[in-house]
C-alpha cells in the first residue's frame, strides 16, 4: 500500500503487523503474557523485551507513534506516515532477525 502511494492507508496494517512482531518478541523473552489480547505496554517493551536484543533500541519510540498515528491517521501527513513506515519496517526486521537467531540457535 505504501509503495503504491497510500502511505496513511498502510499503517493501520502496519500497525497490526508491528503487534505481532511485539507478540513474537516476548515470547523470545520467555514472557507467557504475550497472549493477551491487549497490545504490549510500552513500559514492559522497555524493561523486559528490549533488554533481551530481541527489539531494537528506539522500539518504544516507534511504537508509541505508530499507535497514537493509527488512532489519529486523518491527522498524519503523508511525511509523517512514511517515516512510520520506514522505522516500523526496520522494527519488523530486527524482530525477524532475532526469531532466526533463535530458531538457528
Known sequence: MAEGGFPLEALSPLSQA???ALTAS??????????????LSLAFIKSR??????????AVAIVA???ESAEKAEEVDEGIAQT??????QLIDHVSQAVNRSALG
Not at 49 to 58: D, F, M, V
Not at 84 to 89: E, G, K, T
Open 26 to 39: 516476548a515470547y523470545l523473552a520467555g514472557e507467557d503474557s504475550a497472549d493477551s489480547k491487549e497490545d
Open 65 to 67: 507513534s505508530l499507535r
Open 84 to 89: 512510520l513506515i520506514q522505522s516500523s519496517r
Open 18 to 20: 508491528v503487534e505481532l
Open 49 to 58: 523485551i528490549i533488554p533481551t536484543g530481541s527489539l531494537p533500541e528506539n
